[in-house]
């Protein structure tokens, strides 16, 4: 059988860079496409440092339907993996307007080449953010979304729902939105991780960036929540189980498994764990002690959410396996490679 190629749109991302890796490890052939708005052409070369592939990558913005389409032309694709998308959520909330064009631009573009082409799967990164502050946890595919709190969350929601209303429109079209818990960690090989630009707003990085001298102190955004040591609980999910999870669901796709037109699946370990545990998680598994101060609350958090991720185990025959301490570690050996840190 012919090899099946995949497109991975802002695959010189995090999350795009370890996927396109998995991929390739599985046997599918992979063509990136980023503009480089929130990544650099270092990431793809990690990419093919680690899988010895030459991959093709094009610098291309997905909101120019123009430049999108010899994409199309240029590359015969069954299936795509968008994770193009802008992903600050404070940002969204004062520049909405760049949240809006950005992410849903870009995937309108998408839905309507593969639809003219006659291209079937769809893979769409969709978050966890689309549950908002849940009545009943462990959230399941069916807890009600909550109204965005944010731009960035709210085009999630709007995504989503384009793509389901795609699927049932256009015979042929199939789609799967994957909602993301805390995505965390770095490839084994610390060839590639996270690029956080400017401060980060993310509580790893900015945990490994404090190891490593560049910020100070951690703050922890509030004690005074109503779980067991008062800080939140999350859902963190390694980045490269997370990345099996994208070849999963292609295999699931590509294979003529799916049972609707359209599925959405929840990403997650199924474990809560609190920024407390997950401090003393990563000094525990890198042997060292980090400066952390309590502060107030973050607006925006929910105390808490992680996933019950049984459909995703059953259907896409995919589990999280890789052991926290093992992914701290991993965190920590990426941070050190990005400062030359021995
Ligand atoms: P990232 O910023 O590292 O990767 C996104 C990539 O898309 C970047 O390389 C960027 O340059 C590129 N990009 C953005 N707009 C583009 C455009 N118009 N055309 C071409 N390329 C474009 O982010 P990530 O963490 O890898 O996230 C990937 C996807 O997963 C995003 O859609 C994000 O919203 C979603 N997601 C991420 C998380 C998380 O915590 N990292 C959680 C849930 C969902
Ligand atoms: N957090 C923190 N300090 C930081 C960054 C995050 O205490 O500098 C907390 C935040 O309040 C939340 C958890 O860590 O409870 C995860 O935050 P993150 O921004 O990584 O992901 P979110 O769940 O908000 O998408």
Not at 163 to 170: E, G, K, Q, S, V
Request: aromatic share 10%.
């Amino acid at each position: 059988m012919a090899k099946q190629t995949v497109l991975v749109s802002g695959g010189a991302g995090y999350i795009g860079t370890h996927t396109a890796v998995e991929l390739l490890a599985t046997g599918y052939d992979v063509v990136i496409i980023d503009n480089l708005s929130n990544s650099e052409t270092a990431a793809v070369e990690g990419v093919r440092r680690i899988s010895g592939v030459n991959v093709p990558f094009e610098q291309v913005d997905t909101c120019d339907e123009q430049a999108l389409r010899k994409v199309f032309e240029r590359y015969g694709f069954d299936s795509v993996i968008h994770f193009a998308a802008f992903k600050a959520v404070g940002e969204s909330v004062h520049e909405p307007l760049k949240y809006y064009r950005n992410n849903l631009t870009s995937f309108m573009n998408i839905c309507a080449l593969m639809h003219e082409f006659g291209r079937p799967n769809i893979l769409f990164s969709s978050s966890a953010t689309v549950y908002g502050d849940a009545d009943t946890l462990p959230v399941t595919e069916q807890t009600p979304r909550k109204p965005a709190t944010s731009p960035y969350g709210n085009t999630k929601q709007m995504a989503e729902d384009i793509l389901r209303d795609c699927c049932a429109a256009y015979d042929g079209m199939y789609g799967v939105a994957l909602r993301y818990f805390n995505p965390i960690g770095a490839h084994p090989s610390a060839l590639i991780g996270e690029l956080p630009r400017g401060v980060p707003q993310n509580l790893v990085p900015y945990i490994t960036q404090t190891a490593a001298g560049i910020r100070e102190c951690l703050s922890i955004f509030g004690n005074d929540y109503p779980t067991p040591d008062g800080t939140c609980l999350r859902d963190y999910i390694d980045i490269v189980d997370l990345a099996k999870a994208h070849v999963a669901t292609i295999s699931r796709m590509t294979q003529g498994r799916m049972k609707q037109r359209y599925e959405i699946f929840n990403i997650g370990t199924g474990r809560p764990v609190s920024v407390l545990e997950l401090v003393h998680g990563f000094e525990k598994a890198n042997g060292l002690k980090l400066n952390y101060r309590i502060v107030g609350r973050r607006a925006g958090d929910v105390p808490a959410v992680w996933a019950d991720t049984r459909l995703a185990n059953e259907e896409l025959g995919w589990r999280a396996e890789r052991p926290l301490e093992e992914t701290l570690r991993a965190a920590w050996a990426w941070e050190k490679h990005l400062r030359k840190i021995q």
